[in-house]
Antibody, heavy 124, light 112 residues
Framework: EVQLVESGGGLVQPGRSLRLSCTTS????????MSWFRQAPGKGLEWVSF??????????EYAASVKGRFSISRDDSNSIAYLQMNSLKTEDTAMYYC???????????????WGQGTLVTVSS | DIVMTQSPLSLPVTPGEPASISCRSS???????????LDWYVQKPGQSPQLLVY???HRASRVPDRFSGSGSVTDFTLNISRVEAEDLGIYYC?????????FGQGTKLEIK
């Protein structure tokens, strides 16, 4: 059974950092792209970042709203994806989801499995 | 960025009746490989999003065959042949042709 479990969320003050983890099982992690999405309270879905499979390669990509502050990485040996979030702002408050997907040379799509989400609240 | 526009934003449906959601993109989603990079997701109350359709018309695994996707280039449609009570939720289209991936605003399907 495919499983994705996010962790690392919580309450943090503006300007501080947080690292989210997405621990996976049930599939060959190294073959898939991993993405992070977020959903602010009562709002729609927003893509945050993706990292292609190590085999496919290519640069990581970020939404303009987080570029320069967030960093995505992956540990294929332990099947975990990370999202390092620095210089957090109140507008980063959201439920954060990880998902596995497929990539072309220009973007990623077909996110067939998602985690349950981890809540990040940025507030003083 | 590619802008995705869905309609309607609210869709009340009687169980057993069909339903249709439209999604338009501000740029073509047709790749030179012949595929349209358009996904459909549903987010049921209190749950994570679930993939329904990818590449515009390919139903994802374990998705009931009452769901179907169609369309090409900039105009896409998600059809539900006979709505069931369990189908309530918010439906999103998403383009995956060009980074950043972008979503439509969401269509809230409500059961009458």
């Amino acid at each position: 059974e495919v499983q994705l479990v996010e962790s690392g969320g919580g309450l943090v003050q503006p300007g501080r950092s947080l690292r989210l983890s997405c621990t996976t099982s049930g599939f060959n992690f190294g073959e898939y792209a991993m993405s992070w999405f977020r959903q602010a309270p009562g709002k729609g879905l927003e893509w945050v970042s993706f990292i292609r499979s190590t085999t496919f390669g290519g640069p990581m990509e970020y939404a303009a709203s987080v570029k320069g502050r967030f960093s995505i990485s992956r540990d294929d040996s332990n099947s975990i994806a990370y999202l390092q979030m620095n210089s957090l702002k109140t507008e980063d408050t959201a439920m954060y989801y990880c998902a596995r997907g497929y990539c072309s040379s220009t973007s990623c799509y077909r996110y067939q499995d998602w985690g349950q989400g981890t809540l990040v609240t940025v507030s003083s | 960025d590619i802008v995705m526009t869905q309609s309607p934003l609210s869709l009340p449906v009687t169980p057993g009746e069909p339903a249709s959601i439209s999604c338009r993109s501000s740029q073509s989603l047709l790749h030179s490989n012949g595929h349209n990079y358009l996904d459909w997701y549903v987010q049921k109350p209190g749950q994570s999003p679930q993939l329904l359709v990818y590449l515009a018309s390919h139903r994802a695994s374990r998705v009931p065959d009452r769901f179907s996707g169609s369309g090409s280039v900039t105009d896409f449609t998600l059809n539900i042949s006979r709505v069931e009570a369990e189908d309530l939720g918010i439906y999103y289209c998403m383009q995956g042709l060009q980074s950043p991936d972008t979503f439509g605003q969401g269509t809230k399907l409500e059961i009458k």
